[in-house]
């Protein structure tokens, strides 16, 4: 089977399936706007995009093997609650013909962001009710439970708050190499954040939002050959976490963070670039070396794909035109390397996909004649992408 990633067009948000090549689906984050469930609005309709791309199982559910909350803003789990089974697994209504969640995703950290000046949406404390019930189950019986009742937490908890569930906790900077307890070899994971607490209290403080994102740089097998496709995906961090991956990892593992796609975080956004405004300060804000390099470290041809509305130089951040230029230098100048999921919606009218084969990775096209010249030619061998100001 081939390997695949979709992009799903949700505007300013995030919705990506991968499908692995042993026929196991990883949903990551949803925005599935109201207007998108209208058949009388325009706008995309993602969610019978992707209920098209799932299987039932045995007692007529569609699935997802996982699902992936990168973290908990409204745009990354906007329509959980409409679109998904939520409960025991057992619990399942035909009649709602809901997708059933085998196995959840989930950092601890995201729980804790609620707070006067952050109140999670009502499917973000739907998903941690959710998320509390499956560990809930664990810690009670110490084995993992049946399909819909399962989950992974992704890092760690602050206070050795999960050292007594640790069959269930991927630590940090460790791979995750199963989904739904199947570990086939069509993937692996490396787990790069949520950033564990440390010892400066004043960058802690800094990062304390910043730091609930879950960052993974997958490894794809294509047709039963291993890595032939690197995919690095990390929600809405933001220039801080990126500046200390590449601190903590930049000399002895910068191969972690090799891609041969992107997915620019937070939309495209200038603040995982920089820590100047760019509305203060124009052209002349600066960029952090330091989280470039994070985000720079390409392998041959790779691309970046923004997931966001159109970027326009005149709109507000996300996403930023400044950031887009960024984007491309480091893909080498190549315009056509990066790419937006808007603009493949308005110019194709499907989504944005990648298939992942022995041969490398090929844009997926409407029209077979321009087939021959979708096969981008990357993930064959690791090139860095030229230095900051060269």
């Not at 949903?27 to 098209?52: F, G, N, Y």
Request: charged residues 30%; hydrophobic residues 40%; aromatic residues 8%.
């Amino acid at each position: 089977m081939t390997a695949a990633l979709t992009f799903f067009p949700v505007c300013n948000g995030d919705m990506t399936l991968l499908e692995f090549d042993n026929d196991q689906k990883l949903l990551i984050d949803i925005h599935v706007r109201k207007a998108a469930d209208d058949p009388e609005d325009d706008t995309p309709d993602v969610m019978s995009q992707l209920r098209d791309r799932l299987k039932r199982d045995e007692k007529g559910r569609l699935y997802v093997d996982g699902f992936l909350l990168s973290h908990p803003d409204k745009d990354h789990i906007g329509g959980l609650v409409r679109h998904f089974h939520l409960g025991p697994p057992d619990d399942w209504v035909k009649a709602d013909d809901k997708i059933l969640i085998r196995e959840m995703w989930s950092s601890p950290i995201v729980f804790r962001r609620s707070s006067k000046t952050h109140v999670l949406c009502d499917d973000a404390k739907a998903w941690a009710k959710e998320a509390r019930r499956r560990v809930a189950l664990y810690r009670a019986n110490k084995v993992i439970g049946i399909e819909g009742d399962r989950i992974q937490i992704m890092g760690e908890d602050i206070d050795g708050k999960t050292n007594d569930i640790l069959g269930i906790v991927v630590k940090t900077d460790s791979l995750v190499t199963s989904l739904n307890r199947v570990s086939a070899g069509a993937f692996e994971a490396r787990l790069l954040a949520p950033v564990p607490k440390g010892d400066d209290e004043a960058l802690d403080e800094m990062l304390a939002k910043n730091r609930s994102s879950v960052i993974l740089r997958f490894s794809i097998r294509g047709a039963g050959y291993a890595d032939k496709c690197r995919f690095l995906s990390g929600g809405d961090a933001e220039v801080a976490i990126w500046e200390r991956l590449w601190d903590k990892h930049g000399t002895y593992n910068a191969n972690w963070l090799e891609y041969d796609i992107l997915q620019a975080p937070h939309h495209c956004s200038w603040h995982s670039l920089s820590y100047d405004s760019y509305s203060t300060y124009g052209e002349e804000a600066e960029v952090c070396d330091s989280a470039r390099s994070a985000l720079a470290q390409t392998r041959k041809g790779a691309i970046v794909i923004a997931s966001s509305e159109h970027i326009d130089p005149e709109d507000a951040d996300p996403p930023s035109d400044r950031a887009k230029r960024e984007y491309i230098s480091i893909v080498n100048g190549k315009t056509d390397r990066f790419i937006c999921v808007t603009d493949i919606w308005d110019d194709e009218q499907q989504p944005l996909r990648y298939e992942i084969g022995a041969s490398g990775i090929v844009k997926a096209v409407k029209n077979a004649a321009r087939a021959a010249t979708a096969a981008l030619g990357i993930g064959a061998t690791a090139a860095q992408a030229r230095p900051h100001g060269s």
